[in-house]
């Protein structure tokens, strides 16, 4: 199993949250911890390094940050697992995420904050709300129901490469999404726990604009990919 699994870390300034993020690793179940530098000031790379992962640099953008890290994973990995690096997703739950893929019971697995416990302050509305709404256009527009578009997934390799991914924004989990519905992959959502980050601000729900602009990014991402 330790040969099979690369965790990718999409981090732009995280240097606050970062070392304990990779610490907290599965290290016994994952051939590597991958931290993709998404051109951090903060010396985000520097800490990832320090606490034992693998660092690459990217451009800017999640997305593009997502890509680069699932082509530079070691050629043994047939699993990737993406998580955030701000500490809000719960490590415990890796099994949860990884288990159903590694077995061969499903090719693409999310975790639903949705449906998990999730720490007070953690989502904001604007958040609930989006993933209440996109959930449902997704099942009108591709037949599935998701009920969250969180960061924390696994993905067997082969899978992710038929998806034929475009998108180098916050629409990157949108996007992977409907793909894994388009290629038929077999996908499992699963309730996971999310706590607050450990610190700093968010790229996206800590700013009104960026917010703006990712909302319209996302309903961007279902309008394209549609057929």
């Given at each position: ?88 997703d719960v490590i415990a739950d890796f099994e949860t995420i990884a288990g159903p893929v590694l077995r061969g019971e499903a090719d693409f697995v999310i975790g639903s904050r949705i449906r998990g416990r999730r720490e007070r302050g953690?989502?904001n509305l604007s958040q609930v709300f989006a993933a209440h709404l996109i959930g449902a256009l997704v099942r009108v527009m591709y037949g599935f129901r998701y009920t969250d578009m969180g960061a924390f997934r696994a993905v067997r ?71």
């Amino acid at each position: 199993m330790s040969s099979r699994v690369s965790v990718v870390i999409p981090a732009l300034n995280e240097a606050e949250s970062i070392g304990a993020v990779v610490r907290s690793m599965p290290w016994g179940a994952i051939a590597e911890c991958l931290v993709v530098d998404n051109g951090s000031t903060d010396g985000t790379g520097r800490v990832a390094r320090a606490a034992g992962a693998r660092v690459i640099e990217a451009p800017r953008g999640y997305g593009a940050a997502c890509w680069a890290g699932a082509q530079a994973a070691v050629e043994t990995s047939d699993v990737l697992v993406f998580l955030d690096g701000d500490g809000s997703d719960v490590i415990a739950d890796f099994e949860t995420i990884a288990g159903p893929v590694l077995r061969g019971e499903a090719d693409f697995v999310i975790g639903s904050r949705i449906r998990g416990r999730r720490e007070r302050g953690s989502m904001n509305l604007s958040q609930v709300f989006a993933a209440h709404l996109i959930g449902a256009l997704v099942r009108v527009m591709y037949g599935f129901r998701y009920t969250d578009m969180g960061a924390f997934r696994a993905v067997r390799r082969s899978t992710l490469e038929r998806m034929g991914m475009t998108e180098r924004t916050f629409g990157w989990n949108l996007e992977m999404q409907v793909r894994a519905v388009q290629v038929g992959a077999r996908i499992l959502e699963v309730p996971t726990d999310y706590r607050c980050r450990a610190a700093g601000e968010s790229k996206v729900s800590g700013d009104l604009r960026a917010s703006v602009k990712t909302a319209w990014r996302i309903l961007g991402v279902l309008v394209r990919t549609r057929k």
